[in-house]
């Protein structure tokens, strides 16, 4: 509402005798300057029929009262747009566009709680329980190969997918070992009656050659479940911070068989040789980004029970995650 105070001089004459000096005469609704004058005229008309005090000043209130603004109904549309981003357009009632606000959400630093990463071992496999691997038995009186001490290295390959919450992960995935076990004094494994047996490589070699290497490759299909602790993670594809993690490794034996590499060329031979068909263990890592160490040992024995020593494989090495 708007307000215009007009003060009329003494030019102007008192509405009445009984118009005291100084009174006020309201006029409402006033739209525009126009409406002004017309009322002033007429006051002016009514004035000059009355017996008047010349010289009385008068105050006049003029009021302008302004009509209410509409109510309109907004109506707000939220659009996702393609390779990220997304706009809300505002319309009215009749479905007109008022305005658009766009969003860009293509480099928002909201993480993703899932991510994929991609593990690549590489290690020194050894076995525990080694005076047992060594022992000679009736069926063995030479004794075991000895796979304690030797440079024996492992291979594995995993693809991981992780679930994470703050700063903890659960991981599991789906990957495959390879354990190379090599031997000295020129021994190989051999199935005698049933029993995993130690013989000299000679013995299944032609006469006359020189045994330069000998061992045992296992290979496996793993299924690794862990726990994670790390910080804040790149994106869904790459790690650039400490992290440590725990768990436990299953695996399915695939296939295994004995190497000999001898003066004469190369002996495979894929005998059965009492392999345990599953086994289980504990695994660790630590490190930061992509690389770190780590290091497993398997609960499980490398030979059948009662069908072969009973050795404990365990590596340690190191990792890269991609």
Not at 94 to 123: A, H, M, Q, W
Not at 166 to 187: A, K, P, Q, V, Y
Not at 248 to 275: A, C, P, Q, Y
Request: charged letters at 20%.
């Amino acid at each position: 509402m708007k307000r215009i105070i007009v003060i009329i001089a003494s030019s102007l004459i008192a509405l009445t005798s009984s118009l005291k000096a100084q009174d006020t005469i309201h006029i409402k609704n006033v739209s525009s300057l126009e409406a002004v004058n017309d009322s002033l005229r007429s006051l002016v008309r009514i004035l000059e029929s009355k017996d008047t005090i010349i010289g009385t000043p008068v105050r006049i209130h003029l009021e302008q009262e302004t009509a209410p603004k509409p109510q309109t109904t907004e109506k707000r549309t939220l659009v996702q747009v393609p390779g990220g981003g997304e706009m809300i357009i505002f319309t009215d009632e009749k479905g007109e566009v008022r305005k658009t606000i766009y969003k860009n959400t293509r480099n928002s630093k909201k993480r993703r709680p899932y991510y994929f990463d991609t593990y690549i071992d590489l290690g020194a496999n050894r076995t525990a329980n080694s005076k047992l691997f060594q022992a000679s038995s009736p069926q063995n009186p030479t004794g075991w190969p000895n796979l304690v001490g030797n440079t024996s290295m492992s291979f594995a390959f995993y693809g991981m997918s992780g679930v994470r919450m703050n700063f903890i992960s659960f991981e599991t995935g789906m990957g495959f070992e390879w354990f190379n076990f090599r031997f000295s004094n020129g021994m190989t494994l051999k199935n005698v009656s049933g029993m995993t047996t130690a013989i000299d490589a000679r013995d299944i070699l032609p006469e006359g050659v020189s045994v330069s290497k000998s061992k045992l490759t296992v290979s496996y299909l793993s299924f690794p479940i862990m726990i994670k602790f790390s910080g804040k993670r790149r994106s869904r594809w790459m790690n650039n911070s400490f992290f440590v993690s725990m768990g436990v490794n299953l695996g399915i034996n695939l296939g295994h068989h004995t190497k000999v590499v001898h003066s004469g060329g190369k002996f495979k031979d894929f005998e059965e040789l009492n392999i345990a068909p599953l086994r289980y263990g504990f695994t660790a890592r630590i490190g930061f980004g992509s690389v770190g160490i780590f290091g497993q040992y398997y609960m499980t024995p490398l030979f059948s029970t009662g069908k072969g020593p009973q050795v404990y494989p365990y590596v340690t090495g190191v990792s890269l995650t991609f």
